[in-house]
T-cell receptor, first 112, second 113 residues
Framework: KQEVTQIPAALSVPEGENLVLNCSFT??????LQWFRQDPGKGLTSLLL?????REQTSGRLNASLDKSSGRSTLYIAASQPGDSATYLC???????????FGAGTRLFVKA | DTGVSQDPRHKITKRGQNVTFRCDPI?????LYWYRQTLGQGPEFLTY????????KSRLLSDRFSAERPKGSFSTLEIQRTEQGDSAMYLC???????????FGQGTRLTVV
């Protein structure tokens, strides 16, 4: 059974700092991994999708990496801004499955 | 707006009442998902449709829950005889193919009093 864990559960950093969010999964037979952002009381906004054959994806100040063999993904945020404050969720889609399994998220607070 | 649309955004209901939520996916997306999210947790999978066929249901989806997607376009999620434990955010998502991004709606927040 796939389990997804995100560490840390919460993180507070000063503006301008580079930071890394971690996601680990127990079953490496994944189809893809997706990172999302969620603001309080809102739906999820897709940030990056990494296919199982890919090692990383970049969008602006965000870079996501995937190491399928070790069951890990990281989301790197460069030059953090107060507007980056949100909960960041990672989700994996298993090979041969339909459902996406989510971690509990990392709550990020960027102080001005 | 061509994103995933959910209605209503908020619903307060008395325990024992039935509620129905609607999801309109992105028009060319034939894959549709329902999730439930409680405070401080990630979304939990409820059910998946490919076109009008419901291909997977979670054990979380008790007999009081039913979902439909009659014409392979919009979907409805009905909860009968609501309980306080049903209070949560109900999220809908759609994707075009399994190797493409899943896009989420803004959710329906249900409060059972």
């Amino acid at each position: 059974k796939q389990e997804v864990t995100q560490i840390p559960a919460a993180l507070s950093v000063p503006e301008g700092e580079n930071l890394v969010l971690n996601c680990s999964f127990t079953d490496s037979a994944i189809y893809n991994l997706q990172w999302f952002r969620q603001d309080p009381g809102k739906g999820l906004t897709s940030l990056l999708l990494i296919q199982s054959s890919q090692r990383e994806q970049t969008s602006g100040r965000l870079n996501a990496s995937l190491d399928k063999s070790s069951g890990r993904s990281t989301l790197y945020i460069a030059a953090s801004q107060p507007g980056d404050s949100a909960t960041y969720l990672c989700a994996v889609l298993n090979t041969g499955g339909f459902k996406t399994i989510f971690g509990a998220g990392t709550r990020l607070f960027v102080k001005a | 707006d061509t994103g995933v649309s959910q209605d209503p955004r908020h619903k307060i209901t008395k325990r024992g009442q039935n509620v129905t939520f609607r999801c309109d996916p992105i028009s060319e997306h034939n894959r549709l998902y329902w999730y439930r999210q409680t405070l401080g947790q990630g979304p939990e999978f409820l059910t998946y449709f490919q076109n009008e066929a419901q291909l997977e249901k979670s054990r979380l989806l008790s007999d009081r829950f039913s979902a439909e997607r009659p014409k392979g376009s919009f979907s409805t999620l009905e909860i009968q005889r609501t309980e306080q434990g049903d209070s949560a955010m109900y999220l809908c998502a759609s994707r075009q193919e399994m190797n493409t991004e899943a896009f989420f709606g803004q959710g329906t927040r249900l409060t059972v009093v």
